[in-house]
């Protein structure tokens, strides 16, 4: 029986040498371009003039800002209940076709949350296929989704996932033993997961828990479908006829969303200290006579997160083709409509990915090797970037290259784009790029320093093929992000310049329905193969 090894839970042991001049002011520059959106956001706030008071404490300012809070409290707390008890279910019982719900329950994160709310407002409200299935069926599924119970449940099935997959994991490599002690001692299984196992998986837990706030407070699509104003729909809203309140609004959701992030990496301190950890197959709990009840629950929640709004989709463009086929009513695009949008799309998220790895590179030697308090500066300015929302990073970009009178050639072009996507989920390859570059033994670095290799042929025949596997993870986060970015692409994009996600948006806002449901599953499709490269299988062959 092999022990369980204790392992920190934080990032990789650094070095203690001093990082080389140009490494530390290289990173210095990314995190300035880095905070480019946020500092403008607050300079135009500064200097606006306005009665900065009187608009904050204004009702046209606390109504949206109480609901913002009021849905990410809501989401981020049924999603953490709802991610810790599907993780629990499918590594820690006895639960039939378990490997099969392993690999189906993340699932929905393919879905971007525009989509998925228009699938439902089709698919679960009468008259709609889902709804009528479920009628036929014995389930009344009586469901007006709009406002906050439509915002609360589109978004809490959605972003589940994020909660469920760190908990599945913490869960699949604690130890045994600690239970089954606790077993002997006479403990109840309840007891058991009280005393032992939830204080192990908290940090999991809240870490999930604050992203799916931060998803929430950013998100814009779905809030809009569904009637529900917050902040990030005031802020579009106003965007052009009232800037100095659009901006003193982004002001309030960027402070929000750094308080999320400040927040985080306060929990995350106080989860870095020693996590044990096993090799050992975890331990299972019999469900016994609660079996059924478990299966329907689970069943329910994956039907209605992922199969629902698929079949949705499916039979709104299968209606579509149909029509088109028997000549009634023509589909009011054609190949080029769905081929040039995708490929926009394809290329724009590999160009943005390849620009975050790049970026994230120098950062990530500088955190992998060195402990330098610039190190730490940098870091918290990347991952700032994360928490600004979208809508906030574009609405920035866009006001300073049209004030910024040597960078006015910049006006809705593609690299402003790509810069607001880097920006935005350059983070997201900053930890799996940080553990690429850990992963490099410096025993092999020195070899070829001796043997006469200088830095960049180090770099490019020993580095990156050690490093490659995890850069391509980040890179693939970055991309599957890009794809399903709607706001800053909305805002940023050039004039005729078309992805999935705007070409989604427009054919639903003009009630284009099947052939909103073409475009959403290409980009279901791709979002799909992305995700079981990136998350699930990884995360199969965690637990």
């Not at 119970?149 to 972003?159: D, I, K, N, Q």
């Not at 290329?347 to 590179?361: D, E, G």
Request: no cysteine; glycine share 6%.
């Amino acid at each position: 029986m092999s022990e369980p090894i204790t392992q920190a839970a934080d990032q990789p042991r650094a070095g203690v040498g001093r990082p080389a001049p140009a490494l530390t002011f290289l990173a210095l520059a990314i995190a300035a371009l880095f905070a480019v959106p946020g500092g403008y956001v607050l300079w135009r706030t500064a200097t606006a003039q306005v009665d900065h008071l009187g608009l904050l404490t204004s009702a046209a300012t606390l109504d949206p800002l109480w609901r913002t809070v009021q849905l990410a409290v809501l989401v981020s707390t049924t999603a953490a209940l709802l991610g810790t008890g599907l993780a629990w279910l499918t590594t820690r019982t006895d639960l039939p076709l378990k490997r099969f719900w392993r690999i189906v329950v993340p699932l929905p994160l393919v879905y971007p949350s525009f989509v998925g709310a228009a699938a439902f407002l089709s698919g679960l409200t009468p008259g709609g296929i889902v709804h009528d299935l479920a009628g036929a069926a014995g389930f009344d599924l009586n469901l007006r989704l709009h406002g906050l119970f439509g915002a609360w449940l589109v978004l809490t099935l959605f972003t589940y996932p994020y909660v469920y997959l760190p908990v599945a994991a913490r869960l699949a490599a604690l130890p045994r033993g600690l239970e089954e002690n606790a077993r002997l001692l006479g403990d109840r299984p309840r007891t058991v997961f009280r005393r032992i196992v939830f204080p192990q998986i908290t940090s999991s837990v809240a870490a999930g828990a604050l992203l799916v706030f931060l998803y929430t407070v950013s998100d814009f699509g779905a809030v809009h479908l569904m009637r529900f104003e917050t902040l990030t729909q005031t802020i579009f809203r106003t965007r052009l006829f009232d800037q100095d309140r659009s901006f003193t609004l982004a002001f309030l959701l960027l402070a929000l969303a750094l308080l999320v992030i400040a927040t985080e990496r306060t929990v995350a301190r106080r989860g870095a200290r020693s996590a044990i950890i096993s090799n050992q197959p975890a331990l299972q709990v019999p469900l016994g006579r609660m079996k059924p009840l478990a299966l329907t629950a689970i069943s329910f929640v994956v039907g209605l997160a992922l199969f629902a709004p698929a079949i949705s989709l499916a039979d709104w463009g299968l209606f579509g083709w149909l029509r088109d086929q028997n000549g009634t009513t023509a589909l009011r695009m054609d190949w080029s409509d769905v081929i040039v949008p995708t490929w926009n799309t394809i290329w724009i998220s590999l160009v943005a990915a390849a620009a975050a790895i790049t970026a994230m590179l120098p950062i990530a030697y500088l955190l992998a090797r060195h402990r330098s308090r610039t190190g730490d500066l940098v870091n918290t300015v990347v991952v700032a970037g994360f928490a600004i929302p979208g809508l906030v990073v574009a609405l920035s970009l866009i006001f300073w290259t049209l004030h910024a009178s040597p960078f006015e050639f910049l006006i809705g072009s593609l690299p402003v784009l790509v810069f607001a996507y880097v920006v935005h989920f350059g983070a997201q390859a900053l930890r799996t790029s940080q553990v690429a570059v850990s992963t490099v033994p410096k025993q092999m670095d020195d070899a070829a320093r001796l043997l006469g290799a200088r830095k960049f042929r180090r770099f490019f025949t020993v580095d990156l093929p050690l490093m490659a596997p995890g850069l391509a993870a980040g890179g693939g986060l970055v991309m599957l992000s890009t794809m399903k970015e709607l706001p800053a692409t909305l805002l940023v994009a050039p004039i005729g310049f078309r992805t999935l996600a705007v070409e989604i948006w427009s054919t639903y806002e003009a009630l284009y329905l099947p052939e909103t449901a073409l475009l959403a599953l290409v980009l279901v499709g791709i979002s799909a193969l992305l995700t079981w490269l990136l998350v699930v299988r990884r995360a199969s062959h965690l637990a």
